[in-house]
Protein backbone atom coordinates (compact mmCIF):
# COMPACT_ATOMS: atom_id res chain seq x y z
CA UNK A 1 0.00 0.00 0.00
CA UNK A 2 1.33 3.56 -0.83
CA UNK A 3 1.25 5.83 2.15
CA UNK A 4 1.23 9.78 2.68
CA UNK A 5 4.76 10.81 3.26
CA UNK A 6 6.62 7.72 2.01
CA UNK A 7 9.73 8.11 0.39
CA UNK A 8 9.60 5.62 -2.50
CA UNK A 9 12.38 5.22 -5.76
CA UNK A 10 10.80 5.42 -9.05
CA UNK A 11 11.46 5.06 -12.50
CA UNK A 12 10.61 7.91 -15.00
CA UNK A 13 13.38 8.88 -17.19
CA UNK A 14 15.90 7.26 -14.47
CA UNK A 15 15.39 5.92 -11.23
CA UNK A 16 15.37 8.95 -8.66
CA UNK A 17 13.81 9.21 -4.96
CA UNK A 18 10.40 10.81 -4.53
CA UNK A 19 7.56 11.60 -1.64
CA UNK A 20 4.19 10.85 -1.83
CA UNK A 21 2.13 13.73 -0.98
CA UNK A 22 -1.63 12.60 -1.83
CA UNK A 23 -4.27 13.01 0.93
CA UNK A 24 -4.58 9.60 2.93
CA UNK A 25 -8.59 9.96 1.45
CA UNK A 26 -7.07 9.63 -2.04
CA UNK A 27 -4.54 6.93 -1.44
CA UNK A 28 -7.53 4.61 0.32
CA UNK A 29 -9.28 4.42 -2.96
CA UNK A 30 -8.62 1.95 -5.55
CA UNK A 31 -6.94 4.22 -8.09
CA UNK A 32 -4.10 4.35 -9.96
CA UNK A 33 -2.34 7.62 -9.48
CA UNK A 34 -0.81 9.54 -6.72
CA UNK A 35 0.82 12.61 -6.52
CA UNK A 36 4.73 12.90 -5.51
CA UNK A 37 7.21 15.28 -4.91
CA UNK A 38 10.62 14.77 -6.49
CA UNK A 39 13.77 14.58 -4.58
CA UNK A 40 17.35 15.80 -5.68
CA UNK A 41 20.51 14.91 -3.72
CA UNK A 42 21.58 18.32 -4.86
CA UNK A 43 21.66 19.88 -1.33
CA UNK A 44 22.29 23.19 -2.79
CA UNK A 45 18.52 23.27 -3.74
CA UNK A 46 17.29 24.01 0.05
CA UNK A 47 18.15 27.19 -0.21
CA UNK A 48 15.11 27.37 -3.16
CA UNK A 49 11.82 28.93 -1.99
CA UNK A 50 9.40 25.92 -0.91
CA UNK A 51 12.30 23.22 -0.87
CA UNK A 52 12.48 21.48 1.73
CA UNK A 53 16.16 19.70 3.09
CA UNK A 54 15.14 15.77 4.18
CA UNK A 55 18.15 14.35 6.25
CA UNK A 56 19.22 11.11 5.73
CA UNK A 57 18.14 9.75 8.94
CA UNK A 58 14.75 10.71 8.57
CA UNK A 59 14.05 9.71 4.89
CA UNK A 60 15.77 6.64 4.80
CA UNK A 61 17.91 7.76 1.74
CA UNK A 62 21.73 7.36 1.79
CA UNK A 63 22.19 10.81 2.17
CA UNK A 64 20.71 14.20 2.58
CA UNK A 65 18.50 14.86 -0.11
CA UNK A 66 15.48 17.71 -0.99
CA UNK A 67 12.43 17.71 -1.83
CA UNK A 68 11.23 20.35 -4.80
CA UNK A 69 7.54 20.98 -4.68
CA UNK A 70 7.62 22.51 -8.31
CA UNK A 71 8.24 19.31 -9.49
CA UNK A 72 5.08 18.36 -8.12
CA UNK A 73 3.98 15.45 -10.45
CA UNK A 74 0.93 13.00 -10.83
CA UNK A 75 2.22 9.65 -11.90
CA UNK A 76 0.81 5.84 -11.88
CA UNK A 77 1.78 4.06 -9.19
CA UNK A 78 3.10 1.60 -11.05
CA UNK A 79 6.29 3.12 -11.46
CA UNK A 80 6.69 3.49 -7.37
CA UNK A 81 9.29 0.93 -6.33
CA UNK A 82 11.24 0.26 -3.49
CA UNK A 83 10.15 2.25 -0.22
CA UNK A 84 12.91 3.98 1.11
CA UNK A 85 11.41 5.30 4.54
CA UNK A 86 8.59 7.48 5.72
CA UNK A 87 9.43 10.90 6.70
CA UNK A 88 8.32 12.42 10.01
CA UNK A 89 5.56 14.51 10.43
CA UNK A 90 7.05 18.13 10.25
CA UNK A 91 8.85 17.04 7.15
CA UNK A 92 5.57 16.47 5.36
CA UNK A 93 3.84 19.15 6.65
CA UNK A 94 6.54 21.72 5.10
CA UNK A 95 6.31 19.92 2.16
CA UNK A 96 2.98 20.39 2.43
CA UNK A 97 3.82 24.24 2.95
CA UNK A 98 6.69 24.36 0.16
CA UNK A 99 3.42 23.01 -2.13
CA UNK A 100 0.64 25.76 -1.12
CA UNK A 101 3.76 28.23 -1.52
CA UNK A 102 4.92 27.30 -4.49
CA UNK A 103 0.97 27.62 -5.88
CA UNK A 104 0.06 30.32 -4.14
CA UNK A 105 -2.73 29.10 -2.00
Known amino acids: MVIRGGVYWMDL ?3 R ?3 VVSS ?3 LSVNVWQSHVVPVTSNVARAASAGNVLLPAHASGLPEDSVAVPLGLELIDRSLLGEHAGSLPQVLV ?3 DDGIRAILGL
Open 93 to 95: DDI
Open 17 to 19: PCV
Open 24 to 26: VDV
Open 13 to 15: DRR
